[in-house]
């Protein structure tokens, strides 16, 4: 039982997040505190659950792609392509607090995020460009699309009904967490309870092997892409109606990065296949809270990237089965020489 409980795939990114967050206790005692405000619940794991949702949301997206052994980097620029659609709408509106309005918008950047994922898809999947390839121009491209969207500018809104997507709340939660636990909740009832899960994991594994059997890999593929520019979408609107603004530039920074490491810490190969989706969750919870640490702890902000990265590089090191095993056979030899002279001989 002590066996089978170490070797599950959630076991070593739940530790780490344990110890993150019992750091944070010990570094802070009021870190677990939560407080009422108006009805609504404040604290550092709120923060937490919040301030990661969009990480979350795009972390998703990108696990079912990798699934299929692709790889998606342009999730950054959609996320600030989204985000700058809806807040470019919504200024360019006559009555700023209009429902219909902020709809519209939502739409739009809803179905722009979809043409892109279409995008991306048809280019792995029709041109058989290289997944990182494919990606890699949209991650170029939509960047300055965003900042031709906003003309290099901050667009800032002030609707009440846009900004209740990333600031609101729902009995006493973020709004953002019931939107995460929407998406997380359909795409593991696609992937669980329909075939989809295992067509994906068939592709991932053999793509050709796939195809000889009858399965169309190719719409299989296009469909991950879709439902990643999706996610990143969704993700973009949180980010824009949370701080009611739009920046091109910035928006969604880096997202790609993060994403591919919280699919990683997961549990979820690079090299496609079996997929976790919780173990997304978790290894994206284990990055916010990570950013939330190095940020309370006071690290210079010009050398957090570098504390980040060698932290994600420990976590990474700790999931490995094969680094660890060495670990142990180096251990042995170092404290048992006689014992292990002894196995050799026999």
């Avoid at 990108?62 to 342009?74: H, N, P």
């Avoid at 739009?108 to 792995?124: C, D, F, K, Q």
């Amino acid at each position: 039982m002590r066996g089978k409980l170490y070797q599950h795939y959630l076991f070593w990114p739940l530790v780490v997040l344990g110890t993150l967050l019992l750091f944070n206790l010990i570094y802070s005692p009021d870190f677990f505190s939560i407080v009422v405000r108006q009805g609504n619940l404040y604290g550092s794991l709120i923060d937490i659950l919040n301030f990661g949702a969009p990480l979350i949301l795009v972390s998703i997206g990108m696990t079912l792609v990798i699934a299929t052994g692709g790889i998606d980097l342009s999730v950054g620029s959609i996320v600030a392509i989204s985000g700058a659609m809806a807040c470019l709408s919504i200024s360019k509106g006559t009555d700023q607090n209009s429902l219909l309005l902020v709809l519209g918008a939502v739409g739009a950047s809803i179905v722009l995020s979809i043409i892109l994922g279409v995008w991306n898809g048809v280019l792995v999947t029709v041109t058989r460009i290289q997944p990182i390839i494919a990606t890699l121009i949209l991650m170029v491209a939509g960047r300055g699309i965003a900042q031709l969207i906003t003309s290099g500018q901050i667009i800032t809104v002030s609707n009440s009904n846009y900004e209740y997507i990333g600031a609101g709340s729902l009995a006493a939660l973020p709004f953002s967490i019931f939107i995460v636990a929407a998406v997380l909740l359909i795409a593991s009832l696609l992937t669980r309870r329909t075939a989809l899960g295992l067509f994906i994991e068939s592709v991932g594994s053999n793509s050709n092997a796939s195809r000889l059997a009858g399965l169309r890999s190719k719409t299989v593929i296009l469909t991950v892409y879709i439902f990643c520019g999706l996610c990143a979408g969704i993700a973009g609107l949180i980010l824009s109606s949370n701080v009611s603004s739009a920046d091109g530039n910035n928006a969604g920074l880096w997202y790609e990065l993060d994403a591919i490491l919280a699919v990683v810490i997961g549990g979820t190969s690079l090299n496609g296949g079996r997929f976790y989706l919780m173990g997304t969750v978790v290894g994206a919870l284990i990055i916010q809270t990570l950013t939330t640490t190095i940020y309370m702890i006071g690290v210079p902000p010009e050398i957090t990237l570098v504390v980040k990265a060698f932290v994600v590089l420990a976590v990474c090191l700790i999931q490995s089965e094969s680094f660890r095993k060495t670990l142990m056979t180096r251990w042995k030899k170092r404290n048992y020489p006689a014992e292990q002279e002894v196995t050799r001989h026999a």
